[in-house]
């Protein structure tokens, strides 16, 4: 063993006492990042592992208002067993009580279905709990829907034209996961039972499904011979290797916001982690002085350290891997309980991999400073002054060797971040937030420094001691500003993007968007209807007529081909809403180009959304084709249109000139405006009307999604909770270390005379006073944070909730004075007499 | 004569240590009375700092009754102990203890303040001229010498007017010159403000200056010799 290495392990013999908040601190953000990297990885390998269920079998192919053709449908027989599925969303009613109506999704399935994976059914098993009995079908529903309906076995309800039997709820579903977002509680009936309660007629809103399960055969192959056989289907073909793709993406993506969530802990914990290493060496003052007198070079000692740190360092990420992974373990069974997803728990290499990582590397970053000057200090100095008083003047090495493992740590980030856009927007924001931080905890020891001097403080001694303590050179002022002002500005970007979020959801469109949406209103129910709403009192309505339709085509070039600006992807990825019209609807603003004639009967004219248009590379006379229902309508661009589809109006990224769509059945959508006392009638007089209309409440669709954003905001506030902790680690750690000083200036109070209530009003008041000011600090950097994700990312307005910066403020102020007064508190109980002997100055 | 303003009767002090309990004092009685000047002297370990500590109320008798400046010193609190400091008493300890944050005149105004005496910073800067510091005044501790520090925390200790000055080994950390000059300015302003005097010394030349001499040897008083007047 080399003597550097013995005397390295021999001064570790001395206890590492010091180094409590250096591994709480590593431990923690560490066991952070591994934790949610596991069960990251857990769910991407539970949906590779039953991506057969969730996408209900090996390959399954979609069409949008239409069943497949006969030859479409032998194809798809020729490659294996095909189950086929129809979806769309309706209304359920209890049987004779019409106005007893809810919004549900209802799943109609084939006796193959499911093809992978079971059901879940409370009740008889699922061919019973479908099949016809005395010509009534049967139903299954998720629970809470038979919960809001009160269903019990037998209780009869209706869909569309049809009477089913309720027959149990539905507990589980195997395909759930590849499916969207959906606007009601599940149902499930059978094929034959929808189709003959007149839902699936032509022009009528429903997906069909066919789900196919494949021995054997290449799956890239069996797509290129569909889309070759079916060029202009406009069908959606997925296959297993990517059973739900939105959630695989969408868990990526979360887990690697929450990976950088604690990547900003990690960055928290480094500033204790350095102030550990600090506090260390001035513990070490006299050992690293007689060696130096016995002839240990600057670089021997500074290896002997380094050694010592890294000894720690590997400990530290040690015990955050076992804690990480061992969280996860012992949580699998919840977890996999409440996740809506599949997940297969265990001990996966590459999350912990990743989070050894980002630890190893914030331990260097933040303990090379204070170990590399080790390196320029000479023996008599430290002698003279101890290590905590020299002055530190960085040598331009030390600041080369730092930049370059600064520039080598971002790399390693970047490249194990699995989001490396996102990795480098958070470590520029967390790198300029440390550096102004850092520079505010300079000024604010200065400013504080200056301020216990001038008429504010004379005849307080408590105040000129507190903002003397605040600004003494060398303490923990810088420190804490940064530990706290990151942690609580973390807090406040999340709390302040999600206040807005939900005021933007909750509060600001309802007062502009209607009460109802109404869709799947047929042609000759469209005067009787508006008729009706007239009758009853509402304020406003608005109808269109409404298609869906897939672009296949831009200017001739395959969709999947032309070159178009990533943002105006989504256009393209699925079916979008189509319409016809005459003459401009209502408040159309034409930004670019003429609206056709309303007699005009010539070749297919689009009026197409203007921002989405120019994404997709469109301009006046270019061409796109449509697929609806199966038919390519090929129309030329003849204006653009503003469309603001934050209004919740009637908005269709393209209207189609009347001729267009001649012939092709369709269904009417309309938006009503009403005031509240008018809804209850609206509803029930549809419900009687016009059962096979469906009804969204536009309020009650809010609050679904104010809802699901708030699960997202929780997982993310629990995020922020662990930066929360390891600032207060990081705040513990500043407190023990002054906690020396305290100690002292509590005793030379007390002999002149300060009772104990002054000396700890004065404790607290540097507590406070400190964790104020950083508070606000956060507030600011914070806010302006939270302000460019609104204006930049969701393009919506950005207004400072009160709550959440109040709630910011005080928490800087109630975390310093925790971290604080615990250790004044045991300042005040030490005995005078004993503190003065044994202090020297 | 008047009532002693210190009055120890069979005091003990008894304090914990890794090894269990030591006898620090053991059964002092001792009577000092206005405008003496007593030294206290004896061997490392002897007691005599500690017997100081509890003449001064910061550390607590385990037996036997102290009374100082007419006030039971074993009955009151800690706030009312420090409040008796704060009024009537000064200590100057061998390393200064001077508050690191505050200038010198801050130093010395700080028990004025805490007393919410009027004219605080005036008086501080008074004393400051007495002790020859007047130019000194907005220097922190850090930027002054060992004896320029005793001289801050003498004039802190003479602040409030202190009827009893308590000094533990106030020339302990200066060279043979300068304490001499502190020991000097010590007397001559314990005199001006007519305070009883009561120093640990290990110095010859200051205990030599004392109207009275207490020898302590193992926590017992050996010795007390009072000057022929």
Sequence with gaps: ?841 | MNDPHILLENVALNLPSPAGEVDILRGISLEIHSCETVGIVGPSGSGKSSLLMVMAGLERATGGSVRVLGEDLTAMGEDALARLRRDRMGVVFQSFHLIPTMTAIENVATPLELAGKPGAFDRAAELLEEVGLGHRRTHYPAQLSGGEQQRVALARALAPRPSLLLADEPTGNLDAKTGAQISELMFRLAAEYQATMVLVTHEVSLAASCGRLVTISDGAIADDQRKAA
């Design chain 1, 1 to 841: 063993m080399s003597a550097i290495l013995r005397l390295a392990l021999r001064d570790l013999r001395g206890g590492l006492s010091g180094f409590r908040v250096f591994l709480i601190c590593l431990t923690l953000g560490v066991a952070g990042i591994a934790a949610v990297g596991s069960i990251s990885e857990a769910i991407s390998r539970g949906l590779a592992a039953e991506s057969r269920s969730i996408l209900g079998g090996d390959v399954s192919v979609s069409f949008t208002y239409r069943f497949a053709e006969d030859d479409e449908r032998a194809w798809l027989e020729r490659l294996g067993e095909v189950s086929e599925i129809a979806d769309l969303r309706s209304m359920i009613g209890l049987e004779g009580r019409p106005e007893e109506r809810a919004l549900s999704q209802v799943k109609g399935v084939d006796a193959a279905w499911p093809l992978y994976g079971e059901a879940g059914i409370d009740g008889p098993p699922l061919a019973e709990a479908l099949s016809p009995v005395d010509g009534v079908y049967g139903l299954l529903t998720e629970p809470v829907l038979a919960e809001r309906l009160g269903l019990t076995p037998g209780t009869l309800v209706r869909l569309g034209t049809g009477t089913f039997e309720f027959r149990g709820t539905l507990t589980s579903e195997p395909d759930v996961a590849s499916q969207g977002f959906n606007l009601g509680p599940r149902s499930l009936v059978s094929l034959e039972g929808l189709r003959q309660a007149g839902l699936l007629g032509p022009g009528t809103l429903f997906d069909s499904l066919y789900r196919l399960r494949i021995d054997d055969g290449n799956l890239n192959q069996m797509r290129a011979g569909f889309k070759d056989a079916f060029p202009e289907s406009g069908a959606r073909w997925r296959d297993r290797r990517n059973a739900a793709p939105g959630i695989e993406r969408f868990v990526q993506r979360m887990g690697a916001f929450l990976i950088l969530v604690g990547l900003a802990a990690l960055a928290i914990g480094g500033v204790g982690i350095g102030a550990a290493v600090r506090g260390y060496l001035t513990r070490k003052t006299a050992t690293i002085a007689a060696l130096r007198t016995l002839g240990a070079s600057g670089n021997t000692v500074f290896a002997i350290y380094l050694i010592q740190v890294a000894v720690i360092s590997l400990a530290g990420i040690a015990l955050g891997l076992a804690f990480g992974a061992g969280a996860v373990a012992l949580a699998a069974p919840i977890l996999a309980e409440s996740l809506p997803v599949p997940a297969a728990f265990g001990v996966y290499a590459w999350p912990l991999f990743v989070a050894g990582a980002f630890g190893a590397v914030t331990a260097v970053l933040f303990t090379l400073w204070p170990l590399a000057w080790l390196r320029e200090v000479r023996p008599a100095q430290l002698f003279r002054q101890g290590v905590d008083d020299l002055q530190r003047r960085p040598a331009a090495a030390q600041l080369m060797l730092l930049g370059g493992m600064l520039v080598l740590g971002a790399v390693v980030v970047l490249a194990l971040s699995g989001a490396w856009n996102l990795a480098a927007w958070v470590m520029a924001g967390l790198f300029g937030a440390f550096l102004l931080l850092r520079g505010l905890g300079w000024v604010l020891a200065r400013v504080a420094r200056a301020s216990s001097h001038q008429g504010v403080a004379r005849n307080r001694p408590g105040l000129r001691l507190a903002l003397g303590a605040i600004g003494v050179p060398g303490g923990q002022t810088p420190g804490i500003v940064v530990a706290l002002g990151l942690a609580l500005g973390v807090l406040a970007a999340i709390g302040q993007i999600d206040a807005n979020l939900q005021r933007l959801i909750r509060d600001q469109l309802p007062v502009a968007s209607p009460a109802f949406f109404f869709v799947d209103i047929q042609n000759d129910q469209l005067a009787p209807f508006t008729a009706s709403l007239d009758t009853l009192g509402a304020d406003r309505a608005e109808t269109a007529p409404m298609l869906r339709g897939v672009i296949t085509k831009l200017n001739g070039i395959p969709a999947a081909e032309a070159p178009i600006d990533p943002s105006g992807a989504w256009v393209l990825r699925g079916d979008r809403g189509v319409s016809y019209a005459a003459t401009p609807p209502p408040g159309t603003v034409i930004t670019e180009g003429t609206w056709w004639a309303e007699d005009y009967t010539g070749p297919p004219l689009v009026s197409f959304a203007e921002e989405e248009g120019r994404e997709l590379g469109l301009s006046i006379g270019s061409t796109l084709t449509v697929n609806i229902l199966g038919r390519p309508v090929t129309a030329e661009v003849a204006n653009f249109r503003e469309v603001e589809w934050r209004g919740m109006g009637i908005n269709f990224l393209m209207i189609l000139s009347p001729g267009a769509l001649a012939g092709a059945p369709h269904t009417h959508i309309a938006t009503v405006h009403t005031a509240s006392a008018t809804e209850a009638p609206i509803m029930r007089n549809t419900a009687r009307d016009f059962p096979n209309v469906t009804v969204i409440r536009v309020r009650e669709q809010v609050e679904r999604v104010a809802d699901a954003l708030g699960d997202l905001g929780s997982a993310t506030r629990w995020a922020a909770l662990a930066v929360l902790v390891t600032g207060l680690a990081v705040l513990l750690g500043a407190a023990a270390a002054a906690a020396e000083r305290q100690v002292r200036e509590a005793a030379i109070l007390r002999t002149l005379g300060a009772s104990r209530q002054a000396v700890l009003s004065s404790f607290a008041l540097r507590a406070a006073l400190l964790g104020l000011m950083a508070g606000l600090v956060a507030l600011a950097w914070g806010s302006a944070a939270a302000w460019a994700v609104s204006a930049y990312v969701f393009d919506a307005d950005f207004v400072l909730s009160p709550g959440t910066a109040l709630a910011v403020v005080t928490a800087g102020v109630l975390l310093n004075l925790l971290a604080a007064t615990g250790f004044a508190l045991g300042a005040l109980n030490r005995r005078p007499a004993e503190v003065l002997r044994l202090s020297a100055g």
